[in-house]
């Protein structure tokens, strides 16, 4: 299984996790995407994007085969059922929104790990597909191998941030820049923006996890990277499409 697990080998490998924002539905938008060398993981976005449970495993699927990681982004963090579909159809981690305590956390963990870590139900005839192996294989090695990827994207996560990252099981912290501005009153981009994703950034590494934020551009990226950040976005599915079809319109008009 662990041959697989494309971001989890890179980030072990101390390689920067460069991903992008899959919100668009079917599978010939993700393979063309992924056809670009240099990616690592795919956010499948359930949450604000078109994609459903319906979509996961073909998704997954695809994405794997081209040597990337996809990680699902479930609506909540309030329903168990939601992280069981999304790891029962193969994905290589989960993204859940809004964690704003270390309960929150702890129940996340839990949900996501076979026991006796955890409290996930056995039984998927196709999980292990994605894989490679066995489900016999799968069920006792991927405790160890699937990430657990929590967003810090409010003022309560915000203030709560260093007893999240100290929960065992949780492998990624990764900050919701937009809603942490929102939910904080602060101005985005602000000095008490930038010291609070600071914030958020020391308690991560102090922890020992993965670090991680939302960019719209690579050169947003690089700069998180070179502030100590680990894993990265770089560029959403719809967004990249408007600003290439309107760079042609301009051109052709000229």
């Known amino acids: 299984m662990n041959a ?34 240099g990616f690592n993981w795919f956010l499948v976005d359930a949450e604000h994007g078109q994609i459903t449970d319906k979509d996961y495993y073909e998704l997954n699927n695809a994405i794997t085969s081209h040597g990337i990681s996809p990680i699902i982004r479930i609506p909540s963090s309030d329903d168990s059922w939601l992280i069981k579909r999304a790891l029962d159809s193969g994905a290589h981690g989960l993204m859940i929104p809004m964690v704003h305590n270390a309960t929150i956390a702890k129940r996340i963990v839990s949900q996501s790990k076979f026991a006796p870590q955890g409290t996930r139900g056995c039984g998927s005839p196709f999980t292990h597909h994605i894989f490679g192996v066995s489900e016999n294989e799968y069920e006792v090695t991927c405790n160890d191998n699937l990430l657990v990827v929590l967003q810090i994207e409010s003022q309560d996560g915000h203030d709560n941030v260093e007893e999240i990252a100290a929960v065992d099981g949780v492998d990624v912290l990764f900050v919701g820049p937009f809603d942490l501005a929102k939910s904080m009153d602060i101005k985005f981009g602000s000095d008490e923006h930038e010291a609070a994703i600071a914030r958020i950034l020391k308690a991560t590494k102090a922890a020992g996890k993965v670090a991680s934020i939302f960019c719209m551009s690579g050169e947003q990226g690089r700069k998180r990277l070179a502030q ?27």
């Open 228 to 254: 100590g950040f680990d894993m990265v976005s770089i560029a959403m599915d719809t967004d990249s499409l408007i600003f290439e079809f309107t760079r042609q319109l301009e051109a052709v008009k000229a």
């Open 4 to 37: 697989r697990c494309h971001l989890k080998n890179a980030l072990a490998k101390k390689e920067a996790g460069i991903g992008m924002w899959l919100t668009l539905p079917g599978t010939a938008l993700a393979r063309t995407i992924a056809t670009i060398p």
